[in-house]
C-alpha cells in the first residue's frame, strides 16, 4: 500500500522575490520625511504663514495709521505737484514717464523675491539641525542597532539622509516659498484695489511671477551642489562624535582659524592665504546650506555684464545662477563634501555606541 501523500494538493510555495533597491531607498526617503516632516514641511510653511501674517497687519496699520498722515499733502514729481487724496494709485501712476514706468517690473519682481525669503531662511536652520543629528541621534538612542539588523547598507543610509537635507528639504521650502509668494501677489492685489488701480496693470503684468517661480526652482541644485561642505562636515561630526556634536561642529573650524589667524599675525602664513581659507574652509563648512551663498562663486566674467535696471533680475536669474557650475570653488566644495559623505559612511559602519 502505497503511503498517503498530504502534501499533494498543495501548491509549490512561490520564491520571494528580492526588494529592488530602489524601492529600498525610496522607503528609507520616506523614513526620514515622516520622522523630520515637522523641519521639512511644517516650518517653511508656518514662517510664510507668518510673514503674510505680519504683511496684513502692516497694510493695516498703514491704513489706520500712516496713511491718514498724509492726506492732502503734495508729492511733487516730473517738475508737477500733486495731491495726494485717499492713495489714488491711478493718479500716481498718471504722472510716471515711461522710464519711471519700466522699473515697476524689476521692482515687483525683488518684493517676490524679498517675499519667498523667510520658508528659506527656516531651511537653514532645518538642514543645519538635522545634519548634526542625522547620525548621532540614532546611536544615542540605540535605534542604530535596529536599523543595522534590517537588510539596508550603511551607505543607502547616509544617502537617503544626505538626499533628504540637499534635495528633499529645499524642494518642500521652495513649494512653500512659492505659495508665500502667490499669497503676497493676493494680499497686494486686494490693496491695489482699494486704492484704485488695477492689479493686472500694476503687479501681475509688470512683474513675473512665474518666471520667479521657475528660478526659484532651477536653484534647487545649485543649492544641493553649493551646500555639500556644510552637510559633508555637518554629517561627519554626527557620526564621530561621542557627545556634543554641535559643540565640535562649531569650536573645530572656529578655533582652527583663530589658530591660524594667529600664526598669519606672526607672518607665518601671509594675509591672502589666510583669507582664502578663511572663505573657501571654515565658512563654506557651516554656512554653505544657506540659501542665496552660492552667488559669491559667480563669476566676475558675469558680474561686470549685470548693470541697468534689471539688474536684480539678471543676478538671480537662472543664466547667473548656473554659471557657479563655471567657478572651481563650487566643485572644491562638492568634492570636499562628498569625501566627509564617504567617511561618514565608514564611521557609521564601525561605531554603533550611543
Known amino acids: 500500500m502505497n503511503a498517503l501523500d498530504i502534501n499533494a494538493d498543495r501548491p509549490a510555495p512561490r520564491a520571494v522575490a528580492a526588494v529592488h533597491p530602489t524601492h529600498t531607498f525610496r522607503l528609507l526617503l520616506r523614513r526620514e520625511f515622516w520622522e523630520n516632516r515637522g523641519g521639512f514641511l511644517k516650518a517653511p510653511l508656518i514662517a510664510g504663514a507668518i510673514s503674510l501674517f505680519l504683511l496684513v497687519l502692516a497694510i493695516v496699520f498703514f491704513e489706520a495709521v500712516a496713511l491718514p498722515k498724509i492726506q492732502d499733502q503734495n508729492i511733487e514729481m516730473n517738475g508737477g505737484r500733486f495731491a495726494v487724496n485717499g492713495l489714488d494709485l491711478n493718479a500716481l501712476i498718471s504722472k510716471m514717464d515711461p522710464e519711471d514706468l519700466r522699473h515697476i517690473g524689476p521692482a515687483i519682481d525683488l518684493s517676490l523675491y524679498g517675499a519667498s525669503l523667510w520658508p528659506f531662511i527656516v531651511l537653514a536652520f532645518v538642514v543645519f539641525f538635522y545634519c548634526l543629528g542625522s547620525l548621532y541621534d540614532e546611536r544615542k538612542d540605540r535605534s542604530v542597532l535596529f536599523w543595522k539588523s534590517l537588510p539596508v547598507s550603511d ?28 499669497g503676497y501677489l493676493l494680499i497686494m492685489s486686494g490693496f491695489v484695489m482699494l486704492h484704485g488701480a488695477n492689479p493686472i496693470d500694476l503687479l501681475w503684468g509688470p512683474g513675473n511671477p512665474l518666471s520667479v517661480a521657475a ?37 573645530i573650524p572656529v578655533v582652527a582659524t583663530l589658530l591660524l589667524g594667529w600664526i598669519t599675525l606672526m607672518g607665518v602664513v601671509d594675509a591672502d592665504s589666510f583669507m582664502w581659507i578663511l572663505q573657501h574652509v571654515s565658512s563654506r563648512s557651516l554656512t554653505s546650506a544657506i540659501p542665496g551663498t ?49 567617511a561618514s559612511v565608514r564611521l557609521r559602519r564601525w561605531r554603533d555606541e550611543g
Not at 156 to 182: D, E, G
Open 155 to 182: 551607505g543607502q543610509t547616509v544617502l537617503s539622509k544626505l538626499v533628504s537635507a540637499a534635495l528633499v528639504a529645499p524642494a518642500l521650502a521652495t513649494a512653500a516659498a512659492i505659495a508665500t509668494m502667490f
Open 215 to 251: 528660478t526659484l526652482i532651477a536653484a534647487i541644485p545649485i543649492y544641493a551642489l553649493w551646500a555639500l561642505p556644510t552637510i559633508g562636515w555637518l554629517m561627519f561630526c554626527s557620526a564621530w562624535a561621542r557627545s556634543l556634536p554641535f559643540l565640535w561642529a562649531i569650536l
Open 294 to 342: 552660492w552667488m559669491s562663486a559667480i563669476p566676475a566674467s558675469v558680474l561686470n555684464n549685470i548693470e541697468g535696471p534689471d539688474s536684480v533680475s539678471h543676478l538671480v536669474g537662472i543664466r547667473t545662477m548656473y554659471s557657479t557650475l563655471l567657478s572651481p570653488h563650487m566643485w572644491g566644495g562638492a568634492v570636499a563634501g562628498a569625501a566627509m559623505i564617504f
